[in-house]
């Protein structure tokens, strides 16, 4: 040991820190102990297993996941999820090393980014439709159209509602796994030998439920996958990322379609809700700051001339649009920490002790309220921030902190920009989101907005909203766009 751990809560004998693990808006906490303790980067002992080591500034986070990703691109052991439910196919679990390195090649091979792209638009257009009788539950509507979207691209699915299979059943593993991925979610991450207690054993009701999981994730796997294969031999099968597999030439081993399988069972699991709360957020935040919206909505009239929906040859090309989803990434993070990396051998950062095993989070939410990075009143929505005096984008502030670090960092980045891109611009050049109104029928506060995070996940509150075609125009392109969805 060459040096003290980083300072943290003081803690007490045996349990170390454990009553300090915040159950609650993790990352304010975090903020907290981060400032009691005069240091960005801070420590919790845990009576048992790995100390958990919290990166507060963008500085420590680039310093360590970046600039020394080959130590810090762990997962932490979790025995439950990785061990008894063998969900270890799933990349955001899988430990660093050689399946990793596979896995991630695998998803670079036959995840790109622009062959989704119809599947986006059909989604949206669909969205648009939608939306406009909605007052109520809109939430609903965006986590289906991000749902769509992903099963679309995965596997040429169409799914008309939540309640079918392949909808339902990732969204059953998503909720059932929350529980299983907090910290001390089971004593078995805790103490892992209690893995080989047998089931019938009194206390190790675990094992029934890892089983459970078990039968549940490997369905959510395959079961979709299966479906398409089973169409593609029938010659029904809609274009795909699946079916683009199945149909190239190139030799397929039964492992390589295995790990095809894995990674594409991943992206729902992986893109649907993250992607759905930054598109709440943007509601949201258009819901609150009409002047924003109306901004949004001259910058996009400007760019097409009033005459048509957003394509994705508009990408890229409306500044004030890219600066309305930076602010959207950066003022609520659908993300408020990483995922925990872990260490995969000892290290020594600034004076500071760092054993191998310890996991490590970076606050991002935090990290993304850093006055010096992005200006003054970071809680408030100011999309300007990221625009130069001349109008145009200033690429020098990002907010890719908002996908995590180093190698670890979110694989599906540019996907869900682009789906993102296309929400945005489309809701802005064809509805007017109105008031955000609470349950309890009052018009929301931009300065008391809260949102709950639970796990990594940031939650808006639940509010109700109005979607009005912004012209008769709009409302005939929404109506032709619709119909002209065609997977
Ligand atoms: C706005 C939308 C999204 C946000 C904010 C987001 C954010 C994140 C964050 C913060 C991480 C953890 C990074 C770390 O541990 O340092 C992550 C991991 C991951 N994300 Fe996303 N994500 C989004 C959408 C998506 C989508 C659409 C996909 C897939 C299509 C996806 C796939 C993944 C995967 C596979 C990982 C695990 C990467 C690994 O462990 O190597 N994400 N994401």
Same mark, same amino acid.
């Given at each position: 040991?060459?040096?003290?751990?980083?300072?943290?809560?003081?803690?007490?004998?045996?349990?170390?820190?454990?009553?300090?693990? =915040?159950?609650?808006?993790?990352?304010?906490?975090?903020?907290?102990?981060?400032?009691?303790?005069?240091?960005?980067?801070?420590?919790?002992?845990?009576?048992?297993?790995?100390?958990?080591?919290?990166?507060?500034?963008?500085?420590?986070?680039?310093?360590?996941?970046?600039?020394?990703?080959?130590?810090?691109?762990?997962?932490?052991?979790?025995?439950?999820?990785?061990?008894?439910?063998?969900?270890?196919?799933?990349?955001?679990?899988?430990?660093?090393?050689?399946?990793?390195?596979?896995?991630?090649?695998?998803?670079?091979?036959?995840?790109?980014?622009?062959?989704?792209?119809?599947?986006?638009?059909?989604?949206?257009?669909?969205?648009?439709?939608?939306?406009?009788?909605?007052?109520?539950?809109?939430?609903?509507?965006?986590?289906?159209?991000?749902?769509?979207?992903?099963?679309?691209?995965?596997?040429?699915?169409?799914?008309?509602?939540?309640?079918?299979?392949?909808?339902?059943? =990732?969204?059953?593993?998503?909720?059932?796994?929350?529980?299983?991925?907090?910290?001390?979610?089971?004593?078995?991450?805790?103490?892992?030998?209690?893995?080989?207690?047998?089931?019938?054993?009194?206390?190790?009701?675990?094992?029934?439920?890892?089983?459970?999981?078990?039968?549940?994730?490997?369905?959510?796997?395959?079961?979709?996958?299966?479906?398409?294969?089973?169409?593609?031999?029938?010659?029904?099968?809609?274009?795909?990322?699946?079916?683009?597999?199945?149909?190239?030439?190139?030799?397929?081993?039964?492992?390589?379609?295995?790990?095809?399988?894995?990674?594409?069972?991943?992206?729902?699991?992986?893109?649907?809700?993250?992607?759905?709360?930054?598109?709440?957020?943007?509601?949201?935040?258009?819901?609150?700051?009409?002047?924003?919206?109306?901004?949004?909505?001259?910058?996009?009239?400007?760019?097409?001339?009033?005459?048509?929906?957003?394509?994705?040859?508009?990408?890229?090309?409306?500044?004030?649009?890219?600066?309305?989803?930076?602010?959207?990434?950066?003022?609520?993070?659908?993300?408020?920490?990483?995922?925990?990396?872990?260490?995969?051998?000892?290290?020594?950062?600034?004076?500071?002790?760092?054993?191998?095993?310890?996991?490590?989070?970076?606050?991002?939410?935090?990290?993304?309220?850093?006055?010096?990075?992005?200006?003054?009143?970071?809680?408030?929505?100011? =999309?300007?921030?990221?625009?130069?005096?001349?109008?145009?984008?200033?690429?020098?502030?990002?907010?890719?902190?908002?996908?995590?670090?180093?190698?670890?960092?979110?694989?599906?980045?540019?996907?869900?920009?682009?789906?993102?891109?296309?929400?945005?611009?489309?809701?802005?050049?064809?509805?007017?989101?109105?008031?955000?109104?609470?349950?309890?029928?009052? =018009?929301?506060?931009?300065?008391?907005?809260?949102?709950?995070?639970?796990?990594?996940?940031?939650?808006?509150?639940?509010?109700?909203?109005?979607?009005?075609?912004?012209?008769?125009?709009?409302?005939?392109?929404?109506?032709?766009?619709?119909?002209?969805?065609?997977?």
């Amino acid at each position: 040991r060459r040096g003290p751990l980083p300072p943290g809560p003081p803690g007490y004998p045996i349990i170390g820190n454990l009553l300090d693990i =915040p159950s609650e808006n993790g990352w304010k906490a975090w903020v907290r102990m981060s400032r009691d303790a005069g240091s960005d980067i801070i420590c919790l002992r845990l009576p048992v297993g790995p100390s958990l080591v919290v990166l507060n500034s963008a500085r420590c986070a680039e310093a360590l996941l970046v600039k020394r990703s080959a130590i810090y691109s762990d997962r932490p052991r979790m025995v439950m999820l990785q061990e008894l439910v063998r969900a270890d196919w799933n990349v955001a679990l899988m430990p660093y090393g050689e399946n990793y390195k596979a896995s991630r090649k695998t998803w670079h091979k036959h995840i790109d980014v622009p062959f989704s792209r119809p599947h986006a638009v059909m989604a949206v257009n669909r969205l648009l439709k939608e939306l406009l009788p909605c007052k109520k539950d809109h939430h609903k509507l965006i986590r289906l159209a991000t749902g769509r979207f992903i099963l679309s691209a995965g596997y040429g699915i169409q799914a008309e509602s939540a309640e079918e299979t392949f909808i339902e059943l =990732p969204e059953r593993w998503i909720k059932t796994i929350s529980h299983a991925s907090q910290l001390g979610g089971f004593l078995v991450d805790t103490i892992p030998f209690l893995k080989m207690v047998p089931s019938w054993v009194p206390g190790a009701g675990f094992q029934k439920k890892a089983k459970d999981m078990k039968e549940l994730t490997e369905n959510v796997r395959t079961l979709a996958f299966k479906h398409t294969q089973a169409e593609f031999a029938k010659g029904t099968a809609i274009r795909s990322y699946a079916t683009r597999f199945l149909e190239s030439t190139e030799e397929k081993t039964a492992e390589e379609t295995d790990a095809v399988c894995s990674i594409i069972g991943n992206l729902y699991l992986a893109g649907a809700d993250t992607t759905e709360l930054a598109l709440l957020s943007f509601v949201l935040a258009m819901a609150l700051h009409p002047e924003v919206q109306k901004k949004g909505q001259e910058a996009i009239d400007e760019a097409l001339g009033g005459t048509r929906l957003p394509t994705f040859s508009d990408i890229g090309t409306i500044p004030y649009v890219d600066a309305i989803i930076n602010e959207t990434l950066r003022w609520k993070p659908a993300v408020t920490i990483t995922i925990p990396h872990g260490t995969t051998q000892d290290d020594f950062y600034e004076g500071y002790f760092i054993p191998k095993n310890t996991m490590v989070i970076a606050n991002l939410a935090h990290i993304l309220a850093d006055e010096k990075t992005y200006g003054p009143k970071p809680d408030e929505f100011i =999309p300007e921030r990221f625009l130069k005096a001349d109008g145009s984008l200033d690429r020098s502030i990002s907010v890719n902190a908002a996908f995590g670090y180093g190698r670890r960092q979110c694989t599906g980045m540019a996907m869900a920009r682009e789906m993102i891109w296309m929400t945005v611009a489309s809701v802005l050049c064809s509805i007017d989101v109105g008031p955000a109104i609470s349950l309890e029928g009052k =018009p929301l506060d931009p300065a008391t907005v809260e949102y709950k995070p639970f796990g990594t996940l940031n939650f808006p509150p639940t509010f109700n909203c109005t979607f009005t075609p912004r012209s008769d125009t709009a409302k005939r392109w929404i109506e032709e766009a619709s119909i002209a969805v065609r997977y």
